[in-house]
């Protein structure tokens, strides 16, 4: 069996979104406690566990609180499961948001678009992707942004809710941006970060480099997505947080910085986006 390799080169890192109590690790034996373990050996000391579905943010909020360190959690609806948002959805995100301290929680999200897998009509992601716009305004909580293949309707609704005054000054981050340079620039004058993931590290990825090159050093945040996007050199294995040095190791090159420069940016610029 093929063994991953891991670095930390000597920095401290915060893997600013990791779904590390997905079912994938269940499945394959491995505890959260694993996950924590190896993490904190590559230098990873916070994690922000996201939810993307009602289910997975329950998840999220209780893995965060039954483990020790530096462990912080969102929750919201992914545009795949906007077909089942209903008004209890809608009280459950309330519900949490009005106790996101004692809960650790500090973003709303992963909510948005993703016009890629069509899981839900694009109607009803539209619908459902203002619906929790309009929760992050009233409670005054950074989103974690998912948009794929749909970013002119992305940027259309963001731009919507900026212009009338019903977005925040940190309104919150552009998880695993896809996005062209030119519309990542648009939402970095509205405010939000840049998350970096695995692909950035990818050979054919073109796109990546580009936009982590000019996005400014104060909007770049790290990230692994786990269990999902593992970065060069364990790609294909399943991705945990140890495995984000690689991705900040890749934008050190890129920028032609330290790895532990890159390393302090980031866990300063994830502290900051979700006001820790």
């Not at 922000?48 to 360190?69: F, H, M, Q, Y």
């Not at 809710?161 to 552009?174: E, L, S």
Request: aromatic share 8%; proline share 5%.
């Amino acid at each position: 069996m093929r063994q991953p390799q891991y670095f930390s080169g000597g920095g401290v890192f915060f893997d600013t979104h990791a779904h590390i109590a997905d079912r994938r690790f269940e499945e394959a034996g491995v505890t959260v406690s694993d996950i924590l373990g190896r993490a904190a050996e590559a230098g990873v000391k916070r994690i922000l566990i996201p939810g993307d579905s009602e289910e997975s943010s329950r998840k999220a909020v209780s893995t965060c609180l039954e483990n020790n360190g530096e462990l912080f959690c969102s929750v919201g609806i992914h545009p795949h499961e906007a077909k089942d948002y209903t008004e209890d959805t809608e009280k459950y995100l309330r519900d949490m948001l009005s106790s996101r301290k004692e809960n650790r929680l500090c973003a709303l999200g992963e909510i948005g678009l993703d016009y890629y897998y069509d899981l839900s009509p694009r109607d009803v992601q539209q619908t459902v992707f203002r619906k929790q716009l309009e929760l992050a305004f009233e409670y005054d909580i950074p989103i974690i942004l998912h948009e794929r293949d749909a970013t002119g309707d992305c940027l259309e609704i963001l731009k919507e809710f900026h212009n009338r005054g019903q977005m925040r000054a940190n309104p919150g981050v552009c998880h695993c941006c896809s996005m062209s340079p030119e519309a990542a620039r648009e939402v970095v004058k509205i405010g939000f970060y840049i998350g970096f993931d695995g692909p950035l590290t990818f050979k054919n990825n073109k796109k990546g480099p580009v936009l982590a090159q000019e996005t400014p050093m104060d909007r770049i945040v790290i990230e692994t997505d786990s269990p999902y996007l593992t970065p060069e050199p364990n790609r294909g294995l399943t991705n945990e947080p140890a495995f984000v040095p690689f991705v900040a190791k890749k934008l050190a090159e890129i920028r032609n910085a330290d790895i532990e420069q890159i390393a302090e940016i980031t866990y300063h610029n994830g502290s900051t986006l979700y006001e820790i």
